[in-house]
């Protein structure tokens, strides 16, 4: 408790930080109208998009009065990253959504950020009616964390060089479901994934060392799970390897630049090293 009270502290520092010290007071004139409209259009067709596809893949079945259901023990935890990460991009998405739309670059930190966790608790709620699920803190309090980096990182800018990434091979477990025309969703197939903590270790180095280090290259500090049985057991696995940050490659391609951007919220194919339960391995992961 003491942790999340820590966490909470810092959170609410960094909203305070980006929300109360506007250094050039939004200007509405600067919005882009029909841009906004155009975001606002593909917001709502996308969520009504992606609210079908999750009543048929995880709210099928009875619905059941509001409840609160505690799930930290479920997947050995993999899933808690995955929310943090999951808030991460959609609070990016809309951040790069609003600044295209005119928007000045606090506001569209602060306000991407918002629409973020707005969305990933929508979800928290809907599966706070299902009989089988009810909505998990531990699920919303990582959802609060990931949006709120990119506010962390606004108000705080050493924190940029640190970012979280995804990587997704699917297992062997998926492949099989899938051969057996049974329903299964990627996105729960944690024993696929890896999180990753990437970092650009530039700035802790001296000017020399700096030079001689490809600005773009970095490393990443990864978690994943394997093995798990469903009932609480599994091994835990945890990376250090090589990282990309590939938005440091400069371009004068508004194209490149934007795909860089997207790219570097996944982790690419890397050399690495690995423990996997008490075993120390090493290999190119992805």
């Known amino acids: ?3 999340i009270s820590v966490v909470l502290l810092l959170i609410v520092s960094a909203v305070n930080a980006v929300a109360g010290q506007e250094e050039h007071p939004l200007d509405t004139s600067d919005i882009h109208t029909g841009r906004l409209v155009i ?15 999750q009543q048929q893949a995880w709210w099928q079945g009875q619905r059941a009065p509001f409840r609160f259901e505690n799930d930290w023990d479920y997947a050995l935890n993999i899933d ?20 295209w739309s005119g928007f000045e670059s606090r506001a569209s930190v602060f306000y991407g950020s918002a629409f973020g966790l707005l969305y990933q608790l929508y979800v928290e709620v809907e599966d706070g009616f299902h009989k089988d699920y009810g909505f998990s803190p531990g699920d919303a309090f990582s959802d609060v964390i990931g949006a709120s980096i990119p506010l962390a990182q606004e108000a705080f800018p050493v924190l940029r060089n640190l970012s979280l990434k995804w990587s997704y091979f699917p297992s062997s477990e998926y492949i099989d479901a899938l051969k057996q025309k049974q329903s299964r969703v990627f996105i729960d197939d944690y024993q696929g994934q890896i999180y990753w903590l990437g970092m650009d270790p530039h700035f802790l180095m001296s000017d020399a060392w700096a030079k001689s280090i490809p600005a773009w290259l970095g490393i990443s500090l990864g978690a994943a799970v394997r093995n798990l049985d469903g009932s ?7 990376y250090l390897a090589l990282d990309y940050n590939l938005s440091k490659i400069e371009t004068d391609s508004p194209f490149l630049r934007g795909l860089f951007i997207a790219l570097d919220h996944f982790h690419l194919p890397a050399p690495a090293i690995y423990l996997d339960g008490k075993a120390l391995k090493a290999g190119v992961v992805y």
Request: aromatic share 16%; proline share 0%; net charge positive.
């Open 1 to 3: 408790m003491k942790l």
């Open 39 to 53: 975001i606002g259009t593909l917001t709502a067709g996308t969520v009504a998009l992606v609210h079908i596809y």
């Open 80 to 99: 808690k990253f995955g929310h943090a990460y999951g808030a991460y991009v959609l609070s990016h998405l809309f951040t790069y959504a609003l600044t």
């Open 232 to 238: 609480g057991g599994g091994t835990k696995q945890f």
